[in-house]
C-alpha cells in the first residue's frame, strides 16, 4: 500500500512517480481502491518502466480525489525493484 487516505479526510494526489531501481525492466500496476464502495480499479495496468527510469503517473493536469480510507497501491512484477513518491494534498 502507497497511501490510505485517513479517516475524516479527503485527498488529492498531485503526483505519483516511480523510479525503476533494478538492472532490468519491470512491469507496475497501480491500483486506487474506493473503501466506501468497495471497488478496485486500476490507474495503469503493466506499464513498462525501463531500467534507469521512471514513469509520471499522476501530474500536470491530472489529479485523483481520495475520500476518507480510499487508498492507492503500487505494485511491481519484480519485488524490491521500484521507489515510489506520491504528491498529496489533505484536506479535514
Do not use: F, R
Amino acid at each position: 500500500m502507497a497511501y490510505t487516505c485517513p479517516a475524516a479526510t479527503s485527498a488529492t494526489v498531485i503526483g505519483v512517480n516511480v523510479a525503476n531501481i533494478v538492472s532490468q525492466n519491470i512491469y507496475v500496476d497501480v491500483q486506487i481502491t474506493d473503501n466506501s464502495a468497495s471497488i478496485t480499479k486500476y490507474l495503469v495496468k503493466g506499464a513498462v518502466i525501463p531500467n534507469g527510469s521512471s514513469a509520471v503517473l499522476v501530474g500536470g493536469d491530472q489529479k485523483v480525489v481520495l475520500e476518507a480510507n480510499d487508498s492507492i497501491t503500487v505494485t511491481s512484477n519484480v519485488d524490491n525493484s521500484a521507489d515510489v513518491i506520491l504528491s498529496v494534498l489533505e484536506i479535514s
